[in-house]
Structures are given as C-alpha cells and as structure tokens.
C-alpha cells in the first residue's frame, strides 16, 4: 500500500520559511516523480513544483519560481519543499503527490498524500 506522509505545515509570518516533508512507502520512490501541489478554499488544486526521479530535473509555478525549491532524498524516501519569502497568498493545504513522469498536471499523478495546512499571515 503506497503511503505519503505530509509534514513541516504550519503558522508562519509574511516574509518567513517553512521546509514541508512528504516522506514516502510502498512504492518504488527512486523511480517515481514527485510533486508538490497546494489548494486554497474555495480554489482549484494547483501545481507548485515537481521533481524527476533521480532529482535532475525540477519544474516550478511561475508564482513561487525563486522562492520555493524542490528537492529528494532517495536514501530516506523522502521529498522537500523548502518555501522562503512566504506570501499571504501561499496560504492553502500543500499535497505531495508520486507518478512516473515529472508533469505539472495533477491528472500525471497516481498516488496523493493527505495535506499540510500551511497559513502565512501578513
């Protein structure tokens, strides 16, 4: 049973960081892409960033490009969002996500996780 384990969500100031975890079982995570996607209430899910599998390719939303960056721990199955210069309008549930090809298309993603609420106030 594939599992994804969202962690690091939080309170945090305008202008602050956050680092989010997804830490991953039951599936081959060397072989998988990993993507990270938020939703805010009332708004469709939306893509942020997305990891290749071996970590060499990474794709970003133009509204976090130079401020969030995505990366993966192969030994630790594990997939980062580390979020800098932190905007009210980040506020929203942050997924991780595990599908076999580095897309911003959340359709291109097999396995999803449960959330982290992440809530920057200004």
């Known amino acids: 049973q594939v599992q994804l384990g969202e962690s690091g969500g939080g309170p945090v100031q305008a202008g602050g960081s956050l680092r989010l975890s997804c830490a991953a079982s039951?599936?081959?995570?060397?072989?998988?892409?990993m993507g990270w996607f938020r939703q805010a209430p009332g708004t469709e899910r939306e893509f942020v960033a997305t990891?290749?599998?071996?970590?060499?390719?990474?794709y970003y939303a133009d509204s976090v490009k130079g401020r969030f960056t995505i990366s993966r721990d192969n030994a630790e199955n594990t997939v980062y969002l580390q979020m800098n210069s932190l905007k009210a309008e980040d506020t929203a549930v942050y997924y991780c996500a595990a599908g076999w090809g580095a897309t911003p298309r959340a359709e291109d993603y097999d396995y999803w996780g449960q959330g982290t609420q992440v809530t920057v106030s200004s």
């Open positions: 039951g599936l081959s995570f060397s072989s998988a892409a």
């Open positions: 990891i290749s599998w071996s970590g060499g390719s990474t």
